[in-house]
Nanobody, 116 residues
């Protein structure tokens, strides 16, 4: 079955960095785009970044452009989100998403808290 397992969240001070990772299994990873979403308390889940199957194209929500970088390693079936210059408003649970065969799968999420 499809599994997405996120890791790398934690508590960081404003201006700091974190690197999230998502390990995927149960489908042919290199055939599908991958994305990261986040959900802050009391807010809807929002798309943060997306990367094509080959990694040749990426896109970001405006609020993270220039600070976050999505990447993937198709040999290891992983997708990462490098987050720099973190702000308190980046605090949220971050989720990895895949859509093999037109079906949506989510990881369990990893908490990112940006606070001094």
């Amino acid at each position: 079955q499809v599994q997405l397992v996120e890791s790398g969240g934690g508590l960081v001070q404003p201006g700091g960095s974190l690197r999230l990772s998502c390990a995927a299994s149960g489908f042919t990873f290199s055939n599908y785009a991958m994305s990261w979403y986040r959900q802050a308390p009391g807010k809807e889940r929002e798309l943060v970044a997306i990367i094509t199957s080959t990694g040749g194209s990426t896109n970001y929500v405006d609020s993270v452009k220039g600070r976050f970088t999505i990447s993937r390693d198709n040999a290891k079936n992983t997708v990462a989100l490098q987050m720099n210059s973190l702000k308190p408003e980046d605090t949220a649970v971050y989720y990895c998403k895949a859509r093999p065969w037109g079906q949506t799968y989510w990881g369990q999420g990893t908490q990112v808290t940006v606070s001094s």
